[in-house]
């Protein structure tokens, strides 16, 4: 065999291999290089006794589980994850959005950022949430709970806040010890804000002078629930109210075995008034892997995922497959037993009128 025969079979060989290689690719070996990205809020399943093993149980299953690779970007709150989807609308880096809620839906389906898809497992999930937050499923529940005044009863008397109308929050004494989310931020915040006007629209009054005022008596504004959350806890800031959920009296008992940290709604002739925040999950229009992305919609609605909800998230779980902890049952505030003011506002006046509230907030607040 000659030399430039040789050269000929050698060529020959490497272009089988190639052919060979690209070949295994196409049938599966490039899986595991399939990339899925997801956008949500930095504190997502966080706050449970492991949260490494928590969020390796959630999307190291997943991994393996369909030979992928997840990553998780995390932001300072899901408004700013939403925002940074609307960014990059005409080249969507994201696949799947976790922590849309039932007040963010209206700015992410006006945007055009979600693509509407329906779980194989939906009707898991509790109907009322479906047609709370999107009848037209462009986000689905995956866990839900009440806003709340948050209040640490060692460095406050439950005498100052458990009786508390939004007037009385505005107060000097009470609106310097408070630590609220900026709404325009923070989906915590902006739920804040929506409660607050429906309780004004409801009663009477302006909500712009509550800003106002507060703001000028002490109230600290902050950019996420976590930064609110962290000024809350740390005793030398001085503020034992902060703005957060109705389910934080079941973290308190959970991690120290008492009620320290205890959540209570606005009174009003001697009822208890709240706002209920439904928090989605959503397929990104334009998404790189919209059929993976669809089957992790389906896995975070299972079970599996749901069940931790709870005692890692600090939510009520979306999907009815679920029993909740004995802290829920014992500390929790249950959103289906109070006053909600969700009613009071329509989703098609907040759809119309949100932007311009964001605007008047900023001008009180000069932000």
Known sequence: MSWSTSKVILALLLVILAIGVAYWLYLGGSKGEDRLVIYTYESLLKWGDDPNATRQAVFGYFEEKYNCKVEVREFDDARSALLALIEEKDDPQAD???GIDNVLVHEAIQAGV?????PANLDDVYDWLVK????????????????ALVYDSKRISPDLVESLSFDDLKSPELASKLVAEDPTLSSTGLSFLLWEIAYYKMVGGDWRQWWKEAVDNGLMIVGSWGDAYDV??????GRPIVISYGTDGAYSYHFYNETR?????????GKSYGWLQIEGIGLVKGSKHPELAKKFI???????????IPLNNWMYPASSKVELPNEFK?????????ELMNK???????????KSWLEEWRKVVGS
């Open 344 to 354: 009071i506002i329509s989703t098609e006046e907040i759809g119309k009128e949100l």
């Open 132 to 147: 709370s937050l999107d009848p037209s499923l462009h986000v689905v529940p995956y866990d839900y709970g009440l806003i």
């Open 298 to 308: 389906d896995y975070f609605l299972s079970p599996r995922v749901q069940s931790l």
């Open 114 to 118: 979600l693509e509407p898809y329906r």
């Open 232 to 237: 809350f806890l740390d005793e030398k800031q």
């Open 96 to 98: 799947v959005i976790i």
């Open 330 to 338: 014992k500390y929790a505030i249950d959103p289906l037993k109070v």
């Open 261 to 269: 940290y205890r959540a209570t709604l606005i009174k009003y002739k």
